[in-house]
């Protein structure tokens, strides 16, 4: 089965700072899924990446897909306190059609004013 | 308001009761999962449905029932509450675009068993 693991697993950094999250898969992956939930909420969806070597931004935050397709990152630039919070990657598995996700363990992510 | 909703947002309950969490979304979605959320573990699948009266098992289904009778709701349910089941349970639900969408989730339910 595919396991996804993502470093580190708590980030604290100070206000403005870049910071890089980063996701490895065991299996090459067909879509990978960024999602940030914020303590004691549900899930919201950040991006998709699908091919290899795909990279795509909103707003301050970037992820990349490897060209291997076994690892994708996610960076944020000139970090903010609303970027505090669980970032989880999620990786699709075909069933009956659709996709289920499998996700990492998650990202912690503190800023510091 | 169009969207994902669970009910109840908190519960407690005790050993050996059943217990019911539900799920509704307003956007038709064919696809719908419940996965709980442990701390080491991340996010589980437990059951997901294909469809209305489609229903099949995840990763960790073990002491769960689901039901799906109609396509909005995708209650879960607890036969007999173990304190191992205390957890954090997200329901989701997806369109049937083929192999490449994202996953709207609920707030989540958060469990405690006594």
């Known amino acids: 089965s595919q396991e996804l693991e993502q470093s580190p697993q708590s980030l604290i950094v100070q206000e403005g700072k870049n910071l890089t999250i980063n996701c490895t898969s065991s299996k090459t992956l067909y879509g990978l899924y960024w999602y940030k939930q914020k303590y004691g909420e549900g899930l919201i969806f950040l991006m998709m990446?699908?091919?290899?070597?795909e990279e795509k931004s909103h707003e301050k935050i970037t992820a990349k897909l490897d060209e291997k397709k076994q690892q994708s990152s996610l960076h944020i630039t000139a970090s903010q306190p609303s970027h505090a919070g669980i970032y989880l990657c999620?990786?699709?598995?075909?069933?009956?059609?659709?996709?289920?996700?499998?996700f990492g363990q998650g990202t912690r992510l503190t800023i510091n004013p | 308001d169009a969207g994902i909703t669970q009910s109840p947002r908190y519960k407690i309950t005790e050993t050996g009761r059943q217990v019911t969490l539900m799920c509704h979304q307003t956007?038709?979605?064919?696809?719908m999962f419940w996965y709980r959320q442990d701390l080491g573990h991340g996010l589980r699948l437990i059951y997901y449905s294909a469809a209305a009266d489609i229903t099949d098992k995840g990763e960790v289904p073990d002491g769960y029932v689901v039901s799906r009778s109609k396509t909005e709701n995708f209650p879960l349910t607890l036969e007999s509450a173990t304190r191992s089941q205390t957890s954090v349970y997200f329901c989701?639900?997806?369109?049937?675009?083929?192999?490449?969408?994202?996953?709207?989730f609920g707030p989540g339910t958060r469990l405690t068993v006594t």
């Open positions: 989701a639900s997806s369109v049937d675009r083929g192999l490449a969408y994202e996953q709207y």
């Open positions: 990446l699908q091919k290899g070597g």
């Open positions: 999620g990786a699709g598995t075909a069933i009956q059609g659709a996709q289920k996700l499998v």
């Open positions: 956007w038709s979605h064919s696809y």
